[in-house]
Nanobody
């Protein structure tokens, strides 16, 4: 059983930056694909970025490419999402997800474990 806990959310003005963290416990973090999803009010969960357990393969949703960077520290059992040039449309609850697989899927159904989420609000 993997337990995930996000932190680092908050309020920021458009153009600003935030860094989200996801701390994992239980399971084998170093062999777990990790991802960030987000859900804006009234919308479905949306894949944001994912990272292979090796850190060598990443995948980004088109609208965040070049602005967001996903990374992980297997020694610290922690995943990060550096978010730059934030825009109001990035406002959402951001969720950390994990799966003991060796690829990086974009569909939420392929992830087994989820954190409770952290709110990110970007004002114009």
């Amino acid at each position: 059983q993997v337990h995930l806990l996000e932190s680092g959310g908050g309020w920021v003005q458009a153009g600003g930056s935030l860094r989200l963290s996801c701390a994992a416990s239980g399971g084998t973090f170093s062999r777990t694909t990790m991802a960030w999803f987000r859900q804006a009010p009234g919308k479905e969960h949306e894949f944001v970025a994912g990272i292979h357990w090796s850190g060598g393969i990443t995948n980004y949703e088109y609208s965040v490419k070049g602005r967001f960077t996903i990374s992980r520290d297997n020694a610290e059992n922690t995943m990060y999402l550096q978010m730059n040039s934030l825009q109001p449309e990035d406002t959402a609850v951001y969720y950390c997800a994990a799966a003991p697989i060796s690829y990086v899927p974009v569909h939420r159904d392929e992830y087994d474990y989820w954190g409770p989420g952290t709110q990110v609000t970007v004002s114009s």
